[in-house]
């Protein structure tokens, strides 16, 4: 990206595509990191790094946000207020806070709602963030074009990926429990079950092979599900959900189950984890939503992954893999540890004589 081809507008237009979903009352905060200058016209090339989005009734977690987004490697940020009615004020909260934290937000610019047509109105422009100067010049109002023009929301159409929700509620739906079709208590119970019939496969005589074979029948039943399985049949195919259950109770299953991911164009595996998020509890549920997130990053599902690692550490607090992902997708690093997991996965399994490591 280069500052000749930035603009408010457009910017705010690739929101919903890179989000998965329609932010409204929200701040966002996005960094960008500049690469590459050139000396002949001053044009600066930068690419595009996290984005943080702020509920603004809960405004004191910018505080916290502000810390994380400080400890990475951005040279600047860009901030965008999306709520109906005047932002005059929440815009100057925005300033005062960045002084203070010494946040280097470059500018700040609102808008009513992610829409064609919209105006983007420019609340206010920093006078001390260095490595904005060649940007001022596209720092003005704008309007936003229509969505489906965007880079973003074309690629997020040719990869098959589904549309943005209209709301983060909607989006975050499809990865929470379904309590109607399993109750929580009945969820807790299956997944307290599963990780007791792990625990006790590793307590019996057989202990070196019938743990792992949990995990070589797993590979076999994905293999044999129809390509075009759904969430909803996998929920109902008990034994299936039994098998993947069992394999995410243990973390030393759970690693080895990792070689399915990114094995297939076909999303059956996607599906088969978001199932095993909806319907079971704790470990099982944490660690199925962390896998989405590997699954996800393989299949540059971008979307998903931060919205699922979030849940999975919400669900299981101090759950190590998903907190190691989720830095690693702020860094920008979420590719190269889909390779590493996947790469150790298969010395897993080959580990314990598991001899078709990769499914087909």
């Known amino acids: 990206m280069s500052t000749h081809h930035f603009t408010p507008g457009s910017f705010l237009a690739s929101i919903p595509a890179t989000l998965g979903f329609f932010p409204q009352d929200s701040l966002l905060l996005a960094g960008f990191r500049i690469s590459s200058s050139s000396k002949t016209d001053g044009a600066v090339t930068i690419s595009s790094g996290p984005i943080a989005r702020i509920n603004l009734a809960d405004r004191e977690r910018i505080d916290s946000v502000s810390a994380t987004l400080t400890a990475l490697d951005c040279d600047f940020f860009l901030g965008f207020i999306i709520k109906h009615g005047s932002s005059r004020m929440i815009a100057q909260q925005v300033k005062e806070h960045c002084r203070c934290t010494e946040l280097p937000v470059g500018a700040l610019w609102s808008t009513y709602e992610i829409a064609a047509g919209e105006q983007v109105r420019l609340e206010w422009v920093s006078e001390t963030v260095s490595g ?65 019939k792990v625990m006790d496969l590793y307590d019996s005589p057989d202990k070196d092979t019938a743990p792992y074979r949990l995990v070589q029948e797993f590979f076999s039943a994905l293999d044999r599900l129809p390509q075009d399985t759904g969430v909803e049949q996998m929920k109902e195919n008990l034994g299936f959900m039994e098998l993947i259950g069992s394999c995410l109770a243990d973390r030393r299953l759970r690693d080895m189950a990792i070689v399915t991911v990114g094995n297939t164009t076909s999303p059956v595996l996607y599906y088969a984890l978001q199932a095993a998020a909806q319907v079971f509890s704790g470990t099982i549920r944490a660690n199925a939503l962390t896998l989405l997130a590997l699954e996800s990053a393989a299949r540059q599902w971008m979307t998903v992954v931060p919205a699922v690692l979030s849940l999975a550490q919400e669900e299981e607090q101090d759950h190590t893999l998903a907190e190691l992902l989720f830095n690693a997708y702020m860094h920008g690093l979420i590719g190269d540890s889909v390779a590493a997991c996947t790469e150790a996965a298969e010395q897993l399994c080959s580990s314990v004589g598991i001899q078709r490591a990769r499914c087909s």
């Open 132 to 196: 904005i100067a060649a940007w001022k010049r596209h720092f003005c109002e704008d309007t936003i074009p229509p969505l489906e023009r965007t880079t973003s929301m074309r690629d997020l159409i040719a990869r098959g990926e589904e549309l943005p929700e209209l709301d983060r509620d909607s989006f975050i739906g499809q990865f929470r429990r379904d309590s109607e079709t399993v109750p929580e208590e009945q969820s807790r119970l299956w997944s307290w079950a599963l990780e007791n």
